[in-house]
């Protein structure tokens, strides 16, 4: 996924603070499309937006319209990388459904497949969200498999799985 900044700086002429105002707050995507706009949200700090393919086909359109704020003198000109970030659309797609499933599952254990036994951190954000810190197991109710995990707050995670 490409963050908003990155999809931005492809477009060629654009005047980018105001650009980004216009997009996040502007009447130029409605809501549907604005909901295709992410925070990464990878740690407490991090403001990353990540931008869905949906979105970034509609700001593409509006830069191709000339509907962005450009700077002076300056018109729409090709944009590739743009519009290779669009082609990969289905790939992106299913990036977005799997990271979806796996906020479900953080709030919903029983959710959990076998595959997702080995993504360690996504285990300690599961365990995190429904036990906290300190010695704990989930069962899991497909397999009636028991996860037993030790998570320390200070020193990081141990792994019991």
């Given at each position: 996924?490409?963050?908003?900044?990155?999809?931005?700086?492809?477009?060629?002429?654009?005047?980018?603070?105001?650009?980004?105002?216009?997009?996040?707050?502007?009447?130029?995507?409605?809501?549907?499309?604005?909901?295709?706009?992410?925070?990464?949200?990878?740690?407490?700090?991090?403001?990353?937006?990540?931008?869905?393919?949906?979105?970034?086909?509609?700001?593409?359109?509006?830069?191709?319209?000339?509907?962005?704020?450009?700077?002076?003198?300056?018109?729409?000109?090709?944009?590739?990388?743009?519009?290779?970030?669009?082609?990969?659309?289905?790939?992106?797609?299913?990036?977005?459904?799997?990271?979806?499933?796996?906020?479900?599952?953080?709030?919903?254990?029983?959710?959990?497949?076998?595959?997702?036994?080995?993504?360690?951190?996504?285990?300690?954000?599961?365990?995190?969200?429904?036990?906290?810190?300190?010695?704990?197991?989930?069962?899991?109710?497909?397999?009636?498999?028991?996860l037993s995990k030790q998570c320390r707050e200070k020193h990081g995670l141990r792994r019991s799985v």
């Amino acid at each position: 996924m490409r963050s908003l900044t990155d999809l931005l700086a492809s477009l060629l002429g654009i005047m980018p603070i105001k650009t980004r105002r216009l997009v996040l707050e502007g009447e130029l995507l409605s809501a549907a499309e604005r909901s295709d706009i992410r925070s990464r949200d990878r740690s407490f700090l991090d403001l990353v937006l990540e931008v869905g393919s949906d979105v970034a086909a509609a700001i593409l359109a509006a830069y191709k319209d000339g509907r962005l704020p450009m700077k002076r003198g300056a018109k729409p000109v090709g944009a590739p990388g743009a519009e290779a970030y669009l082609a990969q659309a289905d790939e992106l797609r299913t990036q977005i459904t799997e990271r979806e499933r796996r906020e479900r599952e953080v709030k919903d254990p029983s959710l959990i497949t076998e595959s997702d036994l080995t993504n360690h951190r996504h285990i300690d954000s599961v365990f995190i969200a429904n036990i906290g810190t300190g010695s704990g197991s989930i069962y899991r109710a497909q397999a009636s498999d028991r996860l037993s995990k030790q998570c320390r707050e200070k020193h990081g995670l141990r792994r019991s799985v």
